[in-house]
Each structure stands twice: as C-alpha cells, then as structure tokens.
C-alpha cells in the first residue's frame, strides 16, 4: 500500500521520468544566426533610410533661409525663391515617403525575426526594389544641381534667371553639418551591403531549413 496520499503519478520525481511526458523540439524554435542578422539588417536599412529626412526636418529651415540670404546678395528678394515654388527645405513626399519606406523594412525584419514564412518572400520582394530606388536616388542627387539650372533657366522671370544657381546651392548645402558627407557615405553602405547580404542570407540552407518549419 503506498504510503503517501496522492498517486504516484503526482510525484515530481516519478513525472520527471515518465517516459511518456513529450519533449519540446528545440529545432523547431531555434533561428539560425543567418536569420538574425538578416533581420537586424532589416532594421539597419530602415534606420538609415529614415536618417537622412531627419536631418531635413531639423535643418531645413536654416537651409532654406541659407539659400535666401544667397538670393539676397546676389541682389534680389530673398522671397523670389518661395514666389516661384523653389524650397531647399524638406517637405512633402521628399519627407513622409522614406519614413513609409522605412517602416515597411522594418516590418519586414519583425517577420523574418518572427520566423515567418511571408517575411522572408517580402523580404526578396522588397530589398532589391529599395536597391533599386536607392539607385535612383542617388542618380537624382546627382544631377539635382543641373535641374536645379534648368528650372531657372525656364522660368519666364528674368530674376530667376539671372540667379547664380552654383553659388545658391552650395550656401544651401553649406548649411547642413559638417558631417552630414559622412552620414550619407554610411548610408549608402548600410543599404547596398544590407539589401545584398539580406537577400543572400535568407537564401543560404539554415535559412531555407529554418522557414521550412514555420
């Protein structure tokens, strides 16, 4: 007869060695390192999208009253740029379009870090097309002193066009930080490594294994 008043069954001990009591499959929950980093790739690339609008937002103003000062010594109404709807200062699309881009990126890597299997097709999706617009972005960039001349040239006021256009844009970007040159190489960086690494990450075997599961 046992001597103690509940079952056996109800020992800790005895439970602890039933060899019936089923066992969690670790493979089943644990994420591959390729995973991890691929989603903390993720998040870099949103943080560095969204850094360079930042800055727009806190230095535009001190930008676009830099190009009027320009204006101004060049002889003309310092209102003459906002009159003919050249700003230098983010607003707009130009601001609210990379924080969207950004925060789908980073959702992406909350999915992939989730373990999702929609996460990692997003993620294909989704990073060469922000390769891409980074791309023409950049070209954009390039170009935007020739655009900018362009657009004075066109414009039917013989003040705008007589505007130094050089000289406007490099008191504009004068007043941006000095270590905005450096921000913007880091980038760059961060989202071509990141947008190629990521693709190749979630394509290596541990990753394909890891999805499968889900």
């Known amino acids: ?3 103690t008043r509940f079952p ?8 602890a060695a039933d060899p019936k009591e089923p066992t ?4 089943r929950t644990a ?3 390729t995973v991890t980093l691929a989603a903390a790739l993720h998040f870099a690339i949103a943080l560095a999208f969204a850094s360079i609008p930042v800055v727009g937002l806190v230095f535009g103003a001190d930008v676009q009253a830099a190009a009027e000062a320009e204006t101004a010594r060049q002889g003309q109404d310092p209102n003459l740029l906002a009159a003919n709807g050249l700003a230098f200062d ?3 699309v130009a601001i609210w379009a990379p924080f969207v881009i950004a925060a789908a990126i980073a959702a992406i890597g909350g999915l992939v ?3 999702r299997r929609i996460g990692r097709l997003l993620a294909w999706i989704a990073l060469p097309l922000v390769l891409a617009g980074n791309a023409l972005i950049m070209a954009g960039n390039a170009t935007a002193a020739a655009k900018v001349q362009a657009v004075f040239d066109a414009s039917d006021d013989p003040a705008v066009r007589s505007l130094d256009t050089a000289a406007l844009l490099d008191a504009a970007y004068a007043a941006y930080p000095q270590w905005l040159p450096a921000l913007e190489a880091a980038r760059l960086a961060i989202v071509v490594l990141g947008c190629l690494l990521g693709v190749i990450l979630l394509a290596l075997p541990a990753a394909r294994a890891h999805f499968a599961k889900r």
């Open 24 to 27: 969690v499959n670790a493979d």
């Open 31 to 33: 994420r591959p390192a």
């Open 113 to 115: 870090l989730a373990g």
């Open 1 to 3: 007869m046992s001597t």
């Open 90 to 92: 983010e607003h707009g």
């Open 8 to 15: 056996a069954v109800l020992d800790p001990a005895l439970k």
